[in-house]
């Protein structure tokens, strides 16, 4: 079974509701959410989300909760040192763990963080500690906290299947921790995103695929290792719609959920067509043409 779905918004008045409409508009059977801003730390109060509501859309579509998948705040930076940045993470970290638990996934998605004015190995070290005094911090959740492969833009850690080794190896709570691997990002970070297998090959030598949780399914707009982090849409970049199907297809990711984190095209998604056009295998040169036209 494919399951691919796209970062879909949780905003008012139908909250939770509205993320699982979206996403079934726009023909997906996997959604990616965050349970509040990405860049700020106020939370609203989990009984105005509609969750229940969401919940039943989502068993009457006949989606399974296991492969719907929350994404932590950015402003989390787990590796730094400095203290009053630490509070904020370690706070924020137990807060949406628990917060995610009630929406019942699985898994959140987390920025391994930057190393502002240390080492790597300190910052690895620190990113390790976060996580696992964020897990202390949040008892009565059992999410997975899915670290994300990142570009290595400015001072990012986790550019490395290797360095994300270690943040796994260095956790007292390893089995609490899996991988999110963004297409986008190992590409700008600089791995040969077009050999499919042999990257799944190093990913398995380095952490072992069953750790891999969540597949970001992005194009790039820059080659290969720019450390840009610039996301296109899907065909329209560097890796290509057809390595994009790759991925998306290979049968060593079965069962594991694609997100698209694709810009919008005039302030509409365009999700819909991407999902189309990736399970069907067939490439619109001029899909976009046709959202742009729908706008006027
Ligand atoms: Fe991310
Ligand atoms: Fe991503
Ligand atoms: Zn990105």
Redesign the pocket.
Known sequence: MIYLGSHVGLSAPNYFEDSVTTALSCGENTFMFYTGAPQNTKRIPLEKLKIEEGKRLIAEAGLDLAKIVAHAPYIINPATKKEATREIALKMLSLELERVEEFGVSWMVLHPGSAVDISLEEALRNAAETIDLGIEGAPKSHVTICIETM?GKGREIGKTFEEISRIISLSKYPERLGVCL?T??INDAGYDVFDVDGVLDQFDRMIGLSKLKVV?L?DSKNPRGSHK?R?ENVGEGTIGFETLEKWLKNPRLEGIPFEL?TPWVNQKTPNKAEVEMLRKGVYVPDWKKEILAKSD
């Open positions: 570009a963004d986008c990002h970001h992005n982090d996301h984190e």
